[in-house]
């Protein structure tokens, strides 16, 4: 069930940042928006969507916090770099993990959806730190929405997940010195689901691991602001539904 936008239209042409009011259980709670440049409300041009999750520090319930750091700071910085609509939703604290918040970020998809043209085969997932473990745990409930996902500095439980991760286009990223999340747990995930796809007939290509050698806990900003042959957006951008 889709949950209309209240308040404000839709920005045109140039890249902007937009946080709106979004109804959620029983609660006003916020969500940002970003336009990339040439974006038209009412325009046929579909569009694709990057939802992010955001990490420990940006949690709250003024609806901005999120856009500080990560992916949303990357494309404000560089525009034209990230031609999608990005989403970020906001955990409203810590003890919470964005696994228990899978329904908030299904509503934020779903109104998204139901106001804007979304190419929907190319819906793509990305987060940092608790919102890399929301990557992975998110796209493990829900394998067949997504195209391709980012988990950045992640963690969760091999065990729980990898089986539902097969299909999935995956590049992980983690700094070998972050002593906040360990990157063995992005190297246990990944080496999972390699286990679990062995024998297996799929055109889907073997899960990435990139490790920042001189990055501690922040390895978004290298991942998110990479040009050349490591831009994450023409990673991402190669992968559609079918």
């Not at 939703?89 to 998204?112: L, R, S």
């Amino acid at each position: 069930m889709s949950i209309p936008f209240a308040g404000q239209s839709s920005p045109e042409s140039t890249p902007t940042l937009v946080i709106r009011p979004l109804p959620h259980g029983g609660k006003t709670r916020h969500l940002a928006v970003w336009y990339p440049p040439g974006y038209q409300s009412g325009s046929s041009k579909q569009w694709p969507l990057v939802v992010f999750l955001h990490g420990r520090g940006e949690c709250g319930t003024e609806g901005s916090k999120q856009t500080a750091v990560g992916l949303v700071a990357a494309a404000q910085l560089s525009p034209a770099r990230w031609p999608a609509i990005i989403i970020a939703p906001q955990k409203q604290g810590p003890e919470v993990q964005w696994g228990q918040e899978d329904d908030y970020v299904d509503a934020c998809i779903a109104a998204v959806l139901a106001e804007h043209n979304i190419d929907r085969s190319r819906i793509y997932l990305t987060g940092l730190s608790q919102g890399g473990a929301g990557t992975w745990a998110i796209a493990a409930k829900h394998p067949v929405l997504f195209a391709a996902i980012v988990p950045i500095c992640g963690y969760g439980d091999p065990g729980a997940v990898a089986d539902k991760l097969t299909g999935l286009p995956i590049w992980a990223f983690h700094g070998v010195k972050d002593t906040v999340v360990p990157p063995v747990q992005s190297q246990n995930m990944v080496e999972a689901i390699n286990q679990r796809r062995a024998g297996a007939a799929t055109a889907v290509p073997a899960p990435k691991l990139t490790l920042f050698p001189e990055a501690d806990h922040n390895a978004w900003d290298p991942a998110y602001r990479a040009t050349g042959e490591a831009d994450l957006w023409l990673w991402l951008s190669s992968f559609a539904r079918k």
